[in-house]
């Protein structure tokens, strides 16, 4: 008898069971043995399927198979648990336990996510304690399992190859927890999360080459683009000129970056000041340290969409290259269900199987996605993890990483560093003390590739900071005054406020009131309305017209821009030393002015900003401090010096000490725990059972990563009628193909704005959003757009 994994759609092709275990074995050693792990991912995807080899599930697809129209019930019959069941069993209570517990939760898990090895009710009095592994591979009747088991051991692997094979599996797994200096249970979280991350991907891309008719190759070894791209990257560099101190600097800089990349995978941290060319010396270095360590990708993460345009650009230019460089902004179809086997399911299968794994050689993506692949819920973005090895990861304005974040960020490049062979680079101009804080981020003992950082910083001075902050705050109407009084004695001013409302009202104030050329920049506005506007500026700033640039912060990180004065509403010292960095950029005049004022509270709202209103808090305190000790009056303060910046951080961190591990709402609960040891929640199951947990492993990566959001609410991509994403969403609305859609996903990234879901249903509620695609995607109405502010819905 023929047992049956898939059919196919449009043929009634079928794929047994046994080649696809096979495949997708294969696959997966591939993606384990990156870091040791050959046998263990192995294992996975030999087992994930196996309840497939079931009278219920064969009767299952061969009814779907038979009635497309009418199919049975979609997950009716678990073919999940079958596997994780027989590892889970077979090696229970002997030395091979925590793995075999690993091992169980990332087989059954492979449709829907991992899940908790204990429960607790977060959000509640109850004391529900459910333990959901224990039960599925312990509990649960899984109809036909005996005969099931008997059919593996007979068509796929006899039981002493299965032993043999899981000792193999044990023994990596053991060298791998040795290679960590981190808590062993946060580890085992981690390691848990890259096994599945094998395993999905394996899945997916052996049900998608089977669906397509396609082969899949090996991995393939980037060696030979990284070499070429070295050399074009240094032949564009022999076009710049060095003439000023500046420009001097720079090249000595990237000289730096350049002999620094011999140096062994490690953390380390590049300090370029701001305007010191850090998007090129940080390639330099990335594209050398490739060629030398074997390095598979390079990967930049950046905290906005907007860096990514930019510095993806200009990559491309200088590479010559669009095919091997990847910009991964957002998921814009949120609403597809996780891949399933089900052919009725045929469609949602495709939608998340050309979403990419980050399998190109340089990678643009935001720090909201990369966090995502570590610590997100699903199946979706953890099939990246695996692509994150032998990587070369820049975090570029690494300062932005969410504080609630910080635990999760260091738990996780600690892990890439240590167990993945990654290289890191810690690029800002204002770095955060992540060393010093309570999970501290293992950073290399000579860890600053620019040397004299201090003197190089002295040099790069361009501008003054000044203080014209007032207790009771600036109206809107005083601030454009101001800006038109600035107005009299420069031709452009920057003004960088904290809310999208607070921009949106100046600008129409200032509309008003001048016949200077005006600018909006905001997150309201979609990727290509940015990238043309940020264009239309610099055109403007380079032919010496007058202009008012009035922005969200977006501008601030890795815009490539410079003005003449920039006014900075009050927020922490990182921000503001961000934004003083598109002041006076390139040196071009003598020392300028950045002017700190200090808005209403009822004109910017910051109170539920959370780090955002932490950080202008303090700055607040230093700067009363500063009016103190200032006898001059002359309100210049220093807030600029790599001592100033990192008295900042050390406060902010002290401060939010609690909040850096991502606290949850019940007491004493915090994300980074469920993920470790979770001794809470072992505590509450010994209080509640009477007898202690009887397990190895206690992480709660279920609820965990339901729980996880890098930003306060999880936003939906919504496309926009700007440029091509009118016809963007006409196609969508009609009846496009696979490989159209495909394209049409990733044009439309430019053409998209992140909404929160109450901002969806409030947009819906006034008939300004509709559905896309049978509801998998939302678009704006075309009147809701506004060509100049972007979303028109303040």
């Not at 043929?11 to 870091?35: C, F, M, P, W, Y």
């Not at 909201?368 to 304005?397: C, K, M, P, S």
């Not at 005054?481 to 999208?500: Q, R, W, Y």
């Not at 950029?585 to 209103?613: D, F, M, N, P, S």
Request: with cysteine.
């Amino acid at each position: 008898m023929l047992y049956i994994a898939h059919f196919r759609k449009r043929d009634n092709a079928e794929q047994s069971v046994v080649d696809h275990l096979r495949n997708v074995q294969t696959l997966a050693e591939e993606r384990g043995a990156k870091i040791g792990l050959k046998h263990a991912a192995g294992l996975a995807g030999i087992l994930h399927d196996m309840g497939k080899f079931s009278e219920a599930f064969q009767t299952y697809i061969k009814e779907a198979q038979n009635n497309p129209q009418k199919p049975p019930q979609r997950g009716s019959v678990d073919h999940s648990t079958a596997g994780g069941k027989l590892i889970y069993e077979k090696y229970q209570g002997t030395s091979y336990q925590p793995l075999a517990e690993v091992m169980s939760n990332v087989i059954i898990s492979h449709h829907g996510g991992l899940q908790d090895y204990i429960t607790l009710d977060l959000f509640t009095k109850s004391k529900t304690i459910e333990l959901p592994v224990e039960y599925r591979v312990s509990e649960k009747n899984i109809e036909g399992y005996a005969e099931t088991k008997k059919l593996f051991f007979e068509k796929v692997m006899t039981e002493k190859a299965l032993d043999d094979y899981m000792k193999k599996a044990d023994v990596e797994f053991r060298n791998i927890l040795s290679k960590s200096k981190e808590d062993s249970y946060i580890t085992i979280s981690l390691i848990t999360k890259y096994l599945f991350s094998c395993l999905v991907d394996a899945d997916r891309l052996d049900a998608r080459a089977f669906e397509l008719s396609e082969t899949i190759g090996k991995i393939e070894n980037n060696h030979s683009f990284f070499s070429t791209s070295y050399n074009a990257l240094l032949k564009h560099l022999e076009t710049f000129e060095n003439k000023t101190v500046i420009q001097k600097l720079r090249q000595e800089m990237s000289e730096q970056c350049d002999a620094f990349a011999s140096n062994s995978s490690a953390i380390y941290r590049l300090s370029i000041p701001t305007g010191g060319g850090k998007t090129l010396a940080s390639l330099r270095y990335a594209l050398k340290h490739a060629l030398l360590h074997q390095k598979q990708r390079i990967i930049y993460v950046v905290p906005f969409t907007t860096i990514i345009e930019q510095n993806a650009k200009i990559v491309r230019d200088i590479l010559q290259n669009d095919t091997e460089i990847l910009e991964h902004h957002s998921n814009v179809i949120e609403n597809t269900a996780e891949c399933d086997d089900d052919p009725k399911s045929v469609e949602e299968m495709h939608l998340n199987l050309m979403k990419d794994n980050w399998d190109a050689p340089i990678i643009f993506t935001t720090m909201v996605q990369y966090l995502n692949v570590l610590y997100n819920n699903g199946t979706r973005d953890v099939r990246r993890l695996h692509n994150l090895t032998d990587a070369v990861i820049i975090f570029d304005e690494v300062q932005a990483v969410p504080l609630k974040c910080i635990t999760l960020f260091n738990d996780s490049v600690n892990f890439l560093k240590s167990i993945c062979d990654v290289s890191v680079l810690l690029c800002t101009a204002t770095q955060p003390a992540l060393e010093l804080v309570k999970n501290k981020l293992d950073i290399a003992e000579q860890s600053e590739i620019i040397a004299n950082s201090d003197a190089v910083r002295e040099q790069f001075k361009r501008v003054l900071v000044k203080d014209y902050t007032e207790d009771a705050g600036w109206s809107i109407k005083k601030l454009a005054s101001f800006i038109l009084m600035g107005m009299s004695a420069v031709t452009n001013i920057l003004v960088v406020l904290n809310t999208k409302r607070a921009v949106a009202e100046l600008y129409q104030e200032l509309e008003k009131i001048t016949t200077d050329s005006l600018y909006h920049l905001s997150t309201g506005m979609c990727a290509k309305h940015r990238q043309v506007t940020l264009a239309k500026i610099k055109a403007d700033l380079k032919a010496k017209k007058r202009l008012i640039c009035v922005s969200t912060p977006l501008i601030e990180a890795g815009v490539d821009i410079s003005f003449q004065r920039v006014i900075r509403s009050l927020a922490g010292m990182d921000a503001i030393a961000q934004a003083a960095g598109r002041c006076n950029r390139h040196g071009e005049e003598e020392v300028q002015t950045v002017y700190i004022i200090k808005l209403q509270e009822k004109v910017e709202v910051t109170t539920a900003l959370g780090a955002v209103h932490k950080g202008k808090n303090i700055t607040k305190t230093i700067l009363e401090q500063s009016k103190i000790t200032n006898k001059q009056q002359t309100r210049e303060v220093e807030l600029l010096s790599a001592k100033a910046m990192s008295n900042y951080f050390n406060v902010l961190f002290k401060d939010l000490d609690k909040e850096l591990d991502y606290p949850l709402p019940r007491k004493n609960i915090t994300l980074a725990t469920l993920l470790g040891r979770n001794q809470v929640t072992r505590d509450a199951y010994k209080h509640t059972k009477i007898f202690p947990y009887p397990y190895v492993l206690a992480s709660s990566m279920k609820t965990s990563g339901a729980n996880f959001n890098v930003i306060d609410d999880k936003t939906v991509a919504v496309i926009v009628h700007y440029g091509e994403g009118e016809k963007i969403i006409g196609k969508l609305n009609g009846n496009p193909s696979l490989k159209e859609l495909n394209n049409l996903f990733k044009q439309a990234q430019y053409y998209t704005i992140n909404l929160y879901q109450n901002q969806i249903i409030e947009l819906e509620r006034k008939g300004l959003v509709f559905p896309l695609f049978n509801g998998y995607g939302y678009a704006l109405v075309a009147g809701a757009y506004d060509n100049d502010i972007g979303l028109d819905a303040y």
